[in-house]
């Protein structure tokens, strides 16, 4: 029986690293293109990632969408972001998917990203945050430290500095948790790290 070879992906962005960002959000990688609604990143209108931001800052989950269009406004995202300081990229440059779909079940890691490189370029970061399983699995092995749980943090060295990693629950509807309960979680960390005020 022939094995099956699956081409590596390499990832389609580059890091979304604004000056004076305290917070570097990491995701696993990007789904397929045909899947984007936008350029940037959490790119798929079925993930709420945009959805739960919009609920914490703004009281209004659809602040990101242009509804009619089925997509979201990456403008007003990347400026949101910016605005926070938040930071963004994924945990793995190259991947295989051995199906032909967006499950991160699905997604093999051919090369963890250098987390420290990115760290090193956001000087004022003082937090890692991990979006899903994969993201958590990913970046555990490859720092080598113990996998937080779910809305909880561990202290972490990254390029020589001390920083908080935390896990939050992911932004995919394949995830069972509504929004508005994983916007909850989003937003202890957020409170917590200062970007967001009571």
Same mark, same amino acid.
């Given at each position: @029986?022939?094995?099956?070879?699956?081409p590596?992906?390499?990832?389609p %962005?580059k890091?979304?690293?604004p000056?004076?960002?305290? %917070? %570097?959000?990491?995701g696993?990688?990007?789904?397929k293109?045909?899947r984007?609604s936008?350029?940037?990143?959490?790119?798929?209108?079925?993930?709420?990632?945009w959805r739960? @931001?919009g609920?914490?800052?703004?009281d209004?989950?659809?602040?990101?969408e242009?509804?009619?269009?089925r $997509?979201?406004?990456?403008? *007003? &995202?990347? $400026?949101f #972001?910016?605005?926070r300081?938040?930071?963004?990229f994924?945990v793995?440059?190259?991947?295989?998917?051995?199906?032909?779909?967006? *499950?991160?079940?699905f997604?093999?890691v051919? $090369?963890p990203?250098?987390?420290a490189? %990115?760290?090193?370029?956001?000087?004022? #970061?003082?937090?890692v945050v &991990?979006?899903?399983?994969k993201?958590?699995e990913t970046?555990?092995?490859?720092?080598? #430290?113990?996998?937080?749980?779910?809305?909880?943090?561990?202290e972490?060295?990254?390029?020589?500095r *001390?920083?908080?990693?935390?896990? @939050?629950?992911? *932004?995919?509807r394949a995830?069972? @948790?509504?929004?508005e309960?994983?916007?909850d979680?989003?937003?202890?960390m957020?409170?917590?790290?200062?970007l967001?005020?009571?």
């Amino acid at each position: @029986m022939k094995s099956v070879t699956y081409p590596i992906e390499t990832h389609p %962005l580059k890091p979304f690293l604004p000056d004076g960002a305290r %917070l %570097l959000m990491l995701g696993s990688f990007p789904p397929k293109r045909e899947r984007w609604s936008m350029d940037f990143f959490y790119p798929n209108y079925q993930n709420d990632m945009w959805r739960i @931001m919009g609920h914490i800052f703004f009281d209004d989950k659809h602040i990101f969408e242009i509804r009619e269009e089925r $997509k979201f406004d990456k403008d *007003s &995202i990347v $400026k949101f #972001c910016r605005d926070r300081g938040i930071a963004i990229f994924d945990v793995a440059s190259e991947v295989r998917r051995l199906k032909d779909n967006a *499950s991160d079940k699905f997604l093999e890691v051919a $090369k963890p990203t250098d987390v420290a490189t %990115l760290i090193n370029e956001i000087p004022c #970061c003082q937090a890692v945050v &991990i979006t899903g399983e994969k993201a958590a699995e990913t970046i555990s092995s490859n720092i080598g #430290c113990a996998r937080p749980s779910v809305g909880g943090f561990v202290e972490v060295l990254i390029a020589g500095r *001390s920083l908080r990693l935390w896990r @939050m629950p992911s *932004s995919s509807r394949a995830y069972p @948790m509504v929004v508005e309960k994983k916007a909850d979680v989003y937003r202890k960390m957020l409170l917590s790290e200062g970007l967001l005020k009571e």
